[in-house]
Antibody
Framework: QVQLVQSGAEVKKPGASVKVSCKASGYTFTDYYIHWMRQAPGQGLEHMGWINPNTGGTKYTQRFQGRVTMTRDTSISTANMELSNLSSDDTAVYYC??????????????WGQGTTVTVSS | EIVLTQSPATLSLSPGERATLSCRASQSITNNYLAWYQQKLGQPPRLLIYGASNRATGIPDRFSGSGSETDFTLTISRLEAEDFAVYFCQHYFTSPHSFGQGTKLEI
């Protein structure tokens, strides 16, 4: 079955970086964008950006520009999101999700289980 | 950036009643690139509706979406106990693919 499985919870100190991975299975990895979203405790969802696994092309939401890097490794069907210079405001659950490239109309249809990132001194 | 405003913030209803949730966009969303999600505590969002009015795979027909351009609606025709959750709209027209702030549907 189609799945996105994310890496485990992280605890980081302010100023550090975190890297979250998202392993895809059950479909052709390069046929779908991977989007990254986050959700702070008790808050709504925030779109961070996306990567096209076919080309490696990325688009980052402006407020994360300069701090976020999205990469992929097609040999292991895995997308990664690295966020640097962390602060307590970055404490959140981070989600990856897929979105069809050819079938764009169908929206974001499968989500990872989420990765909790806690930033604390 | 397109801003999505959902209303109401909280909706208190009973099982069997009809729920109507609104999502208003700050500018027109071309091609109806608008989705609705349901989220329960501790779980990722679940796609309900894409393209403003199309039910995703496995979604019961009591869920329906409507609207175009800047005004969109999610309707749940007869609420069941499992429907009490938080609902988000999201557009995917331009980056960033912003979300509404959510509507909490409570008993």
């Amino acid at each position: 079955q189609v799945q996105l499985v994310q890496s485990g919870a992280e605890v980081k100190k302010p100023g550090a970086s975190v890297k979250v991975s998202c392993k895809a299975s059950g479909y052709t990895f390069t046929d779908y964008y991977i989007h990254w979203m986050r959700q702070a405790p008790g808050q709504g969802l925030e779109h961070m950006g996306w990567i096209n696994p076919n080309t490696g092309g990325t688009k980052y939401t402006q407020r994360f520009q300069g701090r976020v890097t999205m990469t992929r490794d097609t040999s292991i069907s895995t997308a990664n999101m690295e966020l640097s210079n962390l602060s307590s405001d970055d404490t959140a659950v981070y989600y990856c999700a897929r979105h069809g490239i050819k079938y764009y109309y169908y929206g974001v249809d499968v989500w990872g289980q989420g990765t909790t990132v806690t930033v604390s001194s | 950036e397109i801003v999505l405003t959902q209303s109401p913030a909280t909706l208190s209803l009973s099982p069997g009643e009809r729920a109507t949730l609104s999502c208003r966009a700050s500018q027109s969303i071309t091609n109806n690139y608008l989705a609705w999600y349901q989220q329960k505590l501790g779980q990722p969002p679940r796609l309900l509706i894409y393209g403003a009015s199309n039910r995703a795979t496995g979604i019961p027909d009591r869920f329906s979406g409507s609207g175009s351009e800047t005004d969109f609606t999610l309707t749940i025709s007869r609420l069941e106990a499992e429907d009490f959750a938080v609902y988000f709209c999201q557009h995917y027209f331009t980056s960033p693919h912003s979300f509404g702030q959510g509507t909490k549907l409570e008993i």
